[in-house]
């Protein structure tokens, strides 16, 4: 894809209303003036930088206005697939909520039906609001108040120490059972809460929960905890925590902060966070390690204290052999690097053997046992 520049006299027309809208236009020099010829009413006046002839492009349907040039003018062509592959690509809310200012903006238009009923991006964005927009915006008012209400819960999940079986710590997972919908998936509302800046307050729950029952566990028993990339970013989260570990009295080794590769979107903040997180005592571990992308270097570079490898190793080693000599091959680099080793998702005898006899530290999955409420896991024998 490329763009043209064309150029343009004084009094010049660069579309009449009506024409077919091929492409959208931003000004390098010059004004443009936008109007409706029949009455030749001035909509708009643009200049230098402005975009203009997009709106038949998003919805696919001809020129409303005509332009023309109002002094010596340079245009840069932006052809329809620039524009309309990104909005393919973007959050279906953006998407709706551009339909629907499209189709504002057009009903205030003079002489303005909309299209011509063919199937174009705006009946698109139109469906898109019904089927996604509306209902995702439905389900997050619904989050906020789950969240306030205390519907959002926080279930435990124990880690066990491979060798000799006993519990080590927990794993904390939220869940949430909504009136109507039943039982939602953390991943799906996690995802949502993602999205928006819900997840700081989901995270700020489990924290809350996590730290009270930390205070009710043994000594020796941690917690590890997901971290999400929004609270990655956000400079005061782990102030935040590290007051009310304080105030708790707990020691900051006992939280484990669980962070996943593909997160790791900006390398040097990943950097410098698992570096204050060190400062402070927080270890951090590596969730999901295995399915990322990232390389060598960044194993070499961020200094985990922990990595946490994917289920979908232990889900398939006896599927297929190189599974088993990957997580061999784990095992030992941990092993050099001084790197504690988790497996995740160890459902029975078979898997935990393996994962025995190759020296990982500690085991998750529901061989040792399912998320349950803090009061089933206080229970337990540590
Ligand atoms: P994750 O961090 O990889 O958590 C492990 C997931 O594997 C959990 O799913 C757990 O219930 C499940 N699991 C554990 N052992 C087994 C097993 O033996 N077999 C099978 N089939 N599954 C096992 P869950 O609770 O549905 O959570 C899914 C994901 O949602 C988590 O993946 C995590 O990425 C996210 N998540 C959950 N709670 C939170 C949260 O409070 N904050 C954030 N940021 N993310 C969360
Ligand atoms: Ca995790
Ligand atoms: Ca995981």
């Known amino acids: 894809m490329s763009y043209h520049t064309k150029k343009y006299q004084p009094g010049e027309i660069i579309f009449h209303g009506g024409d077919t809208?091929?492409?959208?236009?931003?000004?390098?020099e010059g004004q443009v003036e936008i109007f409706v010829e029949s009455n030749q009413t001035i909509i708009d006046i643009l200049s230098e930088g402005e975009l203009f002839g997009e709106m038949g492009v998003l919805d696919q349907s001809p020129r409303s206005t005509s332009a023309r040039a109002l002094t010596p003018l340079t245009l840069l062509e932006v052809k329809t697939e620039q524009i309309t592959n990104r909005l393919a690509e973007s959050d279906p809310?953006?998407?709706?909520?551009?339909?629907?200012?499209?189709?504002?903006?057009?009903?205030?238009?003079?002489?303005?039906?909309?299209?011509?009923?063919?199937?174009?991006?705006?009946?698109?964005?139109?469906?898109?609001?019904?089927?996604?927009g509306f209902s995702k915006f439905k389900l997050e008012s619904e989050l906020r108040s789950a969240i306030n209400q205390g519907e959002v819960q926080t279930v435990f999940q124990p880690i066990s120490d491979i060798q000799s079986s006993r519990i080590a710590g927990f794993e904390a997972l939220s869940r949430w059972s909504h009136p109507e919908r039943g039982f939602i998936s953390p991943v799906e509302f996690i995802a949502l809460a993602e999205e928006t800046d819900l997840i700081i307050e989901v995270g700020d729950l489990v924290?809350?929960?996590?730290?009270?029952?930390?205070?009710?566990?043994?000594?020796?028993?941690?917690?590890?905890?997901?971290?999400?990339?929004?609270?990655?970013?956000?400079?005061?989260?782990?102030?935040r925590i590290l007051k009310k570990v304080n105030a708790s009295n707990i020691n900051p080794k006992?939280?484990?902060?669980?962070?996943?590769?593909?997160?790791?979107?900006?390398?040097?903040?990943?950097?410098?966070?698992?570096?204050?997180?060190?400062k402070i005592g927080f270890p951090v571990c590596a969730d999901d390690f295995g399915t990322g992308h990232s390389g060598m270097e960044q194993l070499v570079e961020l200094d985990f204290d922990v990595l946490k490898v994917d289920q979908v190793f232990i889900r398939n080693m006896f599927e297929n052999n190189r599974y088993q000599s990957i997580l061999k091959t784990i095992a030992d680099m941990a092993q050099s690097l001084n790197t504690q080793l988790v497996a995740e998702g160890i459902e029975n005898e078979k898997e935990y053997a393996v994962l025995k006899a190759l020296n990982f530290d500690f085991g998750q999955g529901y061989y040792f046992g399912k998320p349950m409420s803090k009061d089933d896991a206080l229970k337990l024998n540590f």
Not at 105 to 125: A, I, T, Y
Not at 259 to 273: G, H, Q, R
């Open 207 to 239: 924290f809350n929960r996590a730290i009270e029952m930390l205070a009710k566990l043994p000594e020796h028993v941690f917690i590890n905890i997901n971290v999400s990339s929004k609270q990655l970013d956000d400079d005061q989260f782990l102030n």
């Open 93 to 132: 809310i953006v998407k709706a909520l551009v339909g629907v200012l499209l189709k504002r903006f057009r009903s205030m238009l003079p002489n303005q039906g909309l299209s011509d009923g063919k199937s174009n991006l705006l009946d698109q964005v139109t469906s898109v609001i019904e089927q996604t």
């Open 254 to 278: 006992r939280l484990k902060l669980e962070i996943t590769e593909t997160m790791v979107v900006d390398f040097n903040l990943a950097k410098k966070w698992i570096e204050k997180c060190r």
């Open 21 to 28: 809208s091929n492409c959208a236009y931003i000004i390098e």
